[in-house]
Structures are given as C-alpha cells and as structure tokens.
T-cell receptor, first 112, second 114 residues
Framework: AQSVSQHNHHVILSEAASLELGCNYS??????LFWYVQYPGQHLQLLLK??????LVKGIKGFEAEFIKSKFSFNLRKPSVQWSDTAEYFC??????????FGAGTTVTVRA | DADVTQTPRNRITKTGKRIMLECSQT?????MYWYRQDPGLGLRLIYY???????NKGEISDGYSVSRQAQAKFSLSLESAIPNQTALYFC?????????????FGEGSRLTVL
C-alpha cells in the first residue's frame, strides 16, 4: 500500500509571497498524483493531477506541481499567493488499486 | 444541486447509538467511497465500492459497515457509535472508465458522538 507524507502542518505567509508545499510518497509501482484543496467550510476539490507526460503540471488558480520520480516527490508551488488561497491542501497518491491515499494535509494561512 | 449529496450534514448522537450516513450521486459514477477526516490525519478510507455488488474495506473499517443500495446510493453505518468516531465524513465518487483517480466529493457530514 502507498503512503503519503506532507512536510508542513501549518504555513503562514503574506500576500504576494511564494508558496511551496512538500509531498513525498512511498509506493513501488506506477502512481497517479494529486493535489486537492479544501477551502474553509467546503469539500475537497481537485487542484491538479499528474499521471504521465510532462512532470511539471499546471492546475487551477496559478498552482503548479513538479513530479520528481527519483525523489518520490510531488511538491506544490505558487509564485504569488492571495488571501483567497487560505485553505487546507492535501497531497494524494493513487496506486494500481484505484484507491487514493491522502497526506495529513497542510493548512495555509495567507495574511492580507 | 450538488452532484454528490450527503445527509445528514450535521449530527450529534450518544455513545452506543446506531447512526447511518447517506450518500447519493447524480454523476453516474460506478465507484463510491467513504472517507473520514480528522485534524492532523488527513482523509482515511473507510470503505469503497466499485459497483453495486462490490464492497471493500479500506484502512479503517472497524466499527463501520456500508450498503450499496444502488449505483447512485452508498450508505455508511456506525452500529454502535463511540466518541472516537467523532469526525467529518466525506462520500466521494469516481467514474469506472477513468484511470486518473480524480474523486468528486460531497459536502461532508459532521458527526459528534458524546
């Protein structure tokens, strides 16, 4: 079974700052990788996904993530955050059993 | 209207009571899942179903049971609720013909067991 580790529990930053959230996974086979976002009081929504091809994937709202196979990592980045990016971010991995395993989540607080 | 609907949205109950959380979807997806979310632990899979006759345990199925009444309905039961089952529960769906694993989540059911 796969497992997912997110490096930061809570990140606080100011508007216009750059954001990078770390995600590492453990799994021996081919994986699909995801970042989901949960805005306050809402359900999870897909931010971006990787399943093949260019390891640098772009998602909604200016987010991007880079898959580095040798490091088993899939870090999320945004060059300049906005107050509306305040949310909880979850990295997830899907193995060949079609089940997603989620990381513990990183709460991002953006101060105006 | 939401594509994935959960009821109830909030429930407070007492230890030992039987509770059912219901999930219905209009997306036409074959795969349905129940997750629970706890602070600092993320989402953990309780049960999942890939079609009406298929039920599988997830990583934390003890104390829970499920029923897939139809393609569109997947309910989660707590036979005898205990306080450590206090959590936010999410139902999710995904299409069978997709290998990308994207899940579509309901709004969540917040359960408090006193």
């Amino acid at each position: 079974a796969q497992s997912v580790s997110q490096h930061n529990h809570h990140v606080i930053l100011s508007e216009a700052a750059s954001l990078e959230l770390g995600c590492n996974y453990s799994y021996g086979g081919t994986v699909n990788l995801f970042w989901y976002v949960q805005y306050p009081g809402q359900h999870l929504q897909l931010l971006l996904k990787y399943f093949s091809g260019d390891p640098l994937v772009k998602g909604i709202k200016g987010f991007e993530a880079e898959f580095i196979k040798s490091k088993f990592s899939f870090n999320l980045r945004k060059p300049s955050v906005q107050w509306s990016d305040t949310a909880e971010y979850f990295c997830a991995v899907e193995g060949q059993d079609y089940k997603l395993s989620f990381g513990a989540g990183t709460t991002v607080t953006v101060r105006a | 209207d939401a594509d994935v609907t959960q009821t109830p949205r909030n429930r407070i109950t007492k230890t030992g009571k039987r509770i059912m959380l219901e999930c219905s979807q209009t997306k036409g997806h074959d795969r349905m899942y129940w997750y629970r979310q706890d602070p600092g632990l993320g989402l953990r899979l309780i049960y999942y179903s890939f079609d009406v006759k298929d039920i599988n345990k997830g990583e934390i199925s003890d104390g829970y049971s499920v029923s897939r009444q139809a393609q569109a309905k997947f309910s989660l039961s707590l036979e005898s609720a205990i306080p450590n089952q206090t959590a936010l529960y999410f139902c999710a769906t995904s299409p069978m013909d997709s290998n990308t694993g994207e899940l579509f989540f309901g709004e969540g059911s917040r359960l408090t067991v006193l």
